[in-house]
């Protein structure tokens, strides 16, 4: 286990099992879980570090998805069942019996997936642009195209032509937004893009999203040309204990938004 610091977060590589991971904390007030965060596709954790430096009585821990960022490619490819089972190891291993969960876009899959199947480890759950898998109110077809390969990761000309219309809100408008986020884009391989696309390949949460029991907050941007907002509505109406909060943002108002993001969901998780 190796360890480093990148302005007030720990960044350190832990083996669970045969997985090496590079996982980043931040360090909170204790009394409460830590709140622990799958992030979107293609995503290493410096993508979110400006909600992660926004979050004040919260502690933290991201990971980044084998074959993104600083964690090496599994040797075979997973399911969100086995990315939940690898968390929930990784969460006992650093000696936290219960967290909160959040997952943003392609990560609240996973957050979903962790808060039914390690449902004693989840204590409240956040979800922001996402929606129930497969089964969706789908984006335009034009920008989802556009996220079916990484190009935006390794091209960042390609990024800051795209950015606007496969994420809406500020990123309309803000070309230094957007060159900002392209810098902090690193480690993505085709393989683990590859592997990001084919875990949630058929994969819905319709089914059993009614025996979910945490406290959920569904956070959804207003324009959002990814995930439409809509996808929010239908996660709160059939998960028991939901209820909806809308960003007046696009589809990365975590990240453009960070301090009204972070206090929105403190102030869930500290009810």
Request: aromatic share 6%; glycine share 10%; net charge positive.
């Amino acid at each position: 286990m190796s360890e480093q610091t990148d302005e007030g977060i720990d960044v350190r590589t832990v083996k669970v099992g045969s997985q090496s991971l590079q996982v980043a904390t931040t360090h909170g007030p204790n009394g409460r879980p830590p709140l622990l965060l799958f992030n979107g596709i293609g995503a290493n954790w410096q993508l979110a570090k400006p909600f992660l430096q926004a979050l004040t009585s919260t502690t933290a821990i991201i990971f980044d998805v084998p074959g993104i960022g600083g964690s090496p490619p599994p040797p075979l490819p997973y399911r969100p069942s086995t990315l939940a089972r690898l968390a929930a190891n990784l969460v006992a291993q650093l000696g936290h019996p219960q967290v909160d969960v959040a997952g943003v876009s392609w990560g609240g899959g996973i957050a979903q997936q962790f808060a039914h199947q390690h449902g004693d480890v989840c204590r409240k759950l956040v979800l922001a642009a996402t929606s129930p898998g497969a089964i969706m109110v789908p984006g335009k077809l034009s920008v989802l195209l556009k996220l079916a390969t990484p190009r935006r990761y390794f091209d960042r000309h390609y990024m800051r032509s795209i950015a606007p219309e496969i994420y809406g809100g500020a990123f309309r408008h803000d070309p230094d937004l957007v060159a900002t986020h392209a810098r902090a884009m690193s480690g993505v391989t085709s393989r683990g893009y590859l592997l990001q696309l084919l875990a949630m390949t058929g994969w819905t949460s319709l089914p059993w999203l009614w025996s979910l029991r945490q406290p959920t907050l569904v956070l959804m941007g207003r324009d959002d040309p990814l995930v439409p907002e809509l996808n929010g509505r239908i996660l709160v109406g059939l998960i028991p204990n939901a209820r909806l909060q809308i960003v007046d943002d696009g589809h990365m108002f975590m990240v453009t938004r960070p301090i009204e993001t972070a206090r929105l969901i403190e102030s869930f998780l500290s009810e």
